[in-house]
């Protein structure tokens, strides 16, 4: 089994010669089964290459991981499955904490402004947490649009 570790969200190839649906499995902080990122991975597969799924499941990794340790909206931790509302929270403060980046709201939109010590991956990040929120919605594991 090759596992590639990206903090404590990871995952696992299948063995050759084990037959399973999922050629890759997403593990969490437990070691568990992580089905959202695993199926956002095969459904990134028959969309776009699987060197662009890859990539966008790893960006993803580091941000579970953050919004199971940091993440705060009201109090409590926001979860992957949240509504709207927690998520955008979420995702904006890790943009700020995590990416270095500014976020100001105009007119009913929030602008992401790279700054100097912004990394270059943070189109990657929105790119990736649009296109998860889209799969999950089309495989109907996330209820809201």
């Not at 991981?65 to 403060?93: C, F, H």
């Not at 500014?102 to 790119?127: G, I, W």
């Not at 649009?130 to 996330?142: A, C, D, G, H, P």
């Amino acid at each position: 089994m090759t596992a590639i570790e990206s903090n404590n969200y990871y995952y696992v190839y299948c063995p050759k010669g084990i037959e399973s649906r999922y050629e890759l499995l997403v593990l969490d902080h437990e070691d568990m089964p992580f089905l959202p990122l695993t199926d956002f991975y095969h459904d990134c597969k028959g969309r776009i290459s699987n060197s662009s799924a890859l990539s966008y499941l790893q960006t993803l990794l580091p941000f579970f991981k953050w919004l199971n340790q940091y993440s705060n909206y009201q109090g409590s931790r926001v979860q992957w499955s949240d509504p709207p509302e927690a998520i955008r929270v979420a995702i904006e403060d890790y943009l700020m904490n995590e990416m270095s980046c500014k976020v100001k709201e105009k007119d009913m939109f929030r602008f992401v402004n790279l700054t100097q010590k912004s990394p270059n991956t943070v189109n990657r990040f929105l790119s990736s947490v649009k296109s998860f929120y889209k799969s999950m919605i089309n495989l109907r594991q996330y209820p809201f649009l």
